[in-house]
């Protein structure tokens, strides 16, 4: 096996290096503007005022499993997507270290899916119903603008589906490698006059590299556009996930995970923790430009999620008759719209709008068993129904004075609203019904000077705002009953520098200098069996550097690096616990130790041969520093080192397009943790990742 990989690593070097010599031959690729949307208005990403990345869905998909969106996302600097292994609980996602403490899910970063959020007006968000084969494109947005989307904007990813501009085509592939991984995807795209379409669907499924980790997951997304007329288009926009059953692992301490990465702890399975969830959503997106200077959009979208989790509290705990037990049933019906007017000048822009979301939450809670069977629902324990509102005006402009410079601002007032009525009340279960408001005014400011010709530099500076969400107001660390309204907004000041350039024919650089100063950092206080409670520590700080870079070496042979220096601590230091319940914090965590989940140093590398027919080769590099597992860091998660490798070959038979690829993940079979869970109270703080792993697939696709 060793011998296998070897002669596929020398055959690789050996296609690089031929590929090299021919680049010594031929001219370099003149890369066009780069425009981007995800500040509002198009412009090109070179020129603005803020860190923005776009990858394109060919890029994201090439040499991949199409898996997790994640997977694609290596190449931008401040963004770290961690594999976790467990599909019960989403990738973990953080950018510029907002949303590392994410027990599941992703916060502290908005998320959308062609305009639609897929965050909730109370910051809680998911990335799971992206269909890859379908995407077209992906801008990551990180710093002081990313506020101007109100609530939980350390970062934003908008993702949209591809616009075709072609005649119809059929897409189908199949997928298979270790561990038993499955996946069956087939999508249309075309352009027929005036109407345009993209469908997609896939199944994948997994036996997982740990126990007890197997999973399903069933994906479909439409996109279905109209010209009305010169000035008019109507977008409709449908998606599904769902998730029969993932089993959920849990963590391991460090001695398991040492053991055995993969094992599972006992309590998993006799608890059988594992998670269902289903969600269908719509939405409708009509711009009509007014006249010349002046254009109307608006969006609106609708959808229902239900989520069913089995959790691994203890019998013993659930004696308690203020305890809400260990099963989470949740019935999400949620809605919004954003209508904003856009002005157009020879030396001005204007947007200005009003973003309003709407969630209603029926949240149940039972005993994880009945009698003596556990991972069964039992008892009722828990009965609510939760609230979140927002209705966020905004304002932006941009101003270009001269050919050199370009200044932008904007201001947006968020407000959210919580509310729960509770309809579990029993002699010793009280009535915790409350409600709860968070507001703040977000401005934000920048500039940009063009020095020359592919070469800018820009200054920014803006207030961010983030709220607990529904999940973080759930449960109170001291057992008590009811939502946690003790729990604050967390408020953010960001500035941020950075050069943009073109140093020559066929290469961009981008370097980024920030630091965020928060004050009541949302933090978690305790986290056993899934579940975890959240409190306020006092100011954070997180200063960091992010540099990346591309250079198009020759038509068919591109490098790619990206680099990210990341220092996140404490500023004050406060109490936490260190079991549960906590009827109080009792545990000393030090100014200056630094925020959980973090890694201070990340590193990215590719190299990638594609021409457009033929074979095609690649390598791609990840290291990431240690990262530590709690606030008394205690303990940490080794830094690690690894390698990848993918060939594939594409081949053209009149109006079919074939292709074959086969890829190689780890290749030194590196044993390291892909996912840590923050303040783990049982010490299982490891996600392990996977060893060598292989994967092979199969492309077809017919243009008619």
């Given amino acids: 096996m060793k011998k296998t990989f070897a002669q596929a690593t020398r055959r690789t070097a ?83 270290g907002f949303g590392a403490r994410a027990s599941f899910g992703i916060r502290g970063v908005r998320v959308y899916v062609d305009d639609i959020p897929a965050t909730l007006p109370d910051g809680q968000g998911q990335i799971t119903n992206v269909e890859i084969g379908t995407v077209g494109r992906v801008e990551v947005l990180r710093g002081p603008f990313s506020a101007l989307y109100g609530n939980s904007s350390g970062g934003v990813i908008s993702i949209y589906s591809e616009a075709p501009a072609g005649p119809p085509r059929v897409d189908t592939g199949v997928a298979f490698g270790s561990d038993g991984l499955r996946r069956v995807g087939a999508a249309s795209s075309g352009k027929l006059g005036s109407f345009s379409y993209t469908l997609g669907a896939s199944r ?30 109507l977008t409709l926009i449908g998606n599904s996930v769902e998730l029969p059953e993932a089993q959920d692992p849990l963590g391991l301490t460090r001695a398991q995970w040492q053991a055995d990465p993969r094992s599972v702890d006992p309590t ?86 009003v973003a309003a979301d709407d969630l209603r939450e029926h949240r149940v809670g039972r005993q994880n068993f009945i009698g003596t069977t556990l991972g069964v629902a039992g008892a009722l324990r828990r009965d609510e129904t939760n609230r979140v509102s927002s209705a966020d005006p905004y304002l932006q402009a941009q101003w270009q004075p001269t050919a050199a410079w370009l200044l932008s601002a904007g201001v947006r007032h968020s407000r959210v609203n919580f509310s729960s009525a509770d309809a579990y009340i ?17 401005p934000v400011l920048g500039a940009s000077y063009a020095v020359g010709e592919g070469l800018h530099v820009y200054a920014t500076a803006g207030k961010g705002f983030e709220t607990p969400t529904l999940n973080e107001l759930a449960y109170r660390a001291s057992g008590a009953t009811g939502l946690n309204f003790a729990l604050q907004a967390s408020l953010s000041r960001s500035v941020e520098m950075g050069v943009k350039a073109r140093p020559w024919a066929g290469a961009e650089a981008t370097l980024a200098v920030f630091q965020t100063t928060t004050e009541h950092e949302i933090v978690t206080q305790t986290n056993v069996g899934g ?30 690096l990206a680099a990210t220096w990341l220092d996140a601590r404490y500023q004050d230091g406060f109490l936490t616990c260190t079991a549960t319940p906590c009827a109080a914090a009792n545990q000393q965590v030090a100014a200056g130790n630094r925020i959980p989940g973090i890694a201070k140093t990340s590193l990215y590398g590719a190299l990638t041969w594609q021409p457009t027919g033929g074979w095609r080769v690649g390598v791609e590099g990840r290291a990431l520093g240690k990262v530590w597992v709690n606030d008394l860091n205690s303990d940490a998660a080794p830094g690690y080192a690894t390698l990848a490798t993918f060939a594939g070959y594409q081949l053209s038979v009149g109006a079919w397009d074939l292709g074959a690829l086969l890829r190689v993940d780890n290749l030194a079979d590196r044993r390291y943790a892909g996912s840590v869970i923050v303040n783990d109270g049982n010490n299982r703080f490891f996600e392990p990742a996977p060893g060598r792993t292989w994967l092979a697939s199969a492309t077809a696709s017919y243009r008619f």
């Fill in 14 to 96: 050996l296609a690089l290096a031929a590929s090299t010599a021919a680049a010594a031959q031929a001219e370099p690729t003149v890369l066009e503007p780069v425009v981007v949307t995800a500040t509002r208005s198009e412009a090109a990403m070179s020129a603005l005022p803020a860190s923005i990345d776009r990858i394109d869905g060919d890029a994201l998909r090439a040499g991949r499993a199409q898996v997790n969106i994640s997977e694609g996302l290596g190449s931008v600097p401040g963004l770290l997507a961690r594999d976790r292994q467990n599909y019960a609980q989403d990738v973990q996602i953080s950018v510029r």
């Fill in 204 to 233: 994948f499924t997994t036996d997982g590299y740990r126990q007890h980790s197997a999973a399903e997951r069933r994906l479909e997304n439409v996109r279905l556009n109209w010209k009305l007329g010169t000035d008019t288009q």
């Fill in 268 to 353: 998993a399975l006799s608890f059988d923790t594992r998670k269902t969830m289903k969600q269908e959503q719509v939405g409708a997106v009509l711009e009509h430009g007014v006249d010349a200077a002046n254009t109307l959009r608006l969006m609106v979208y609708q959808g229902h999620r239900t989520t069913q989790q089995f959790q691994s509290i203890p019998v013993a705990t659930q004696t308690n008759p203020l305890h809400p037990g260990g099963v989470i049933d949740l019935a999400r019906d949620y809605e919004g719209a954003d209508i904003r007017w856009r002005w157009k000048g020879e030396t001005v822009n204007l947007v200005a709008g």
């Fill in 426 to 442: 029993t002699k010793t279960n009280p009535d915790d019904s409350g409600s709860a408001l968070y507001a703040a005014t977000l």
């Fill in 531 to 560: 579940r975890a409670t959240y409190q306020n520590a006092g100011a954070t700080r997180r200063r960091g550097l992010e540099a990346s870079g591309s250079w198009q070496i020759a038509p068919t042979l591109q490098a790619q």
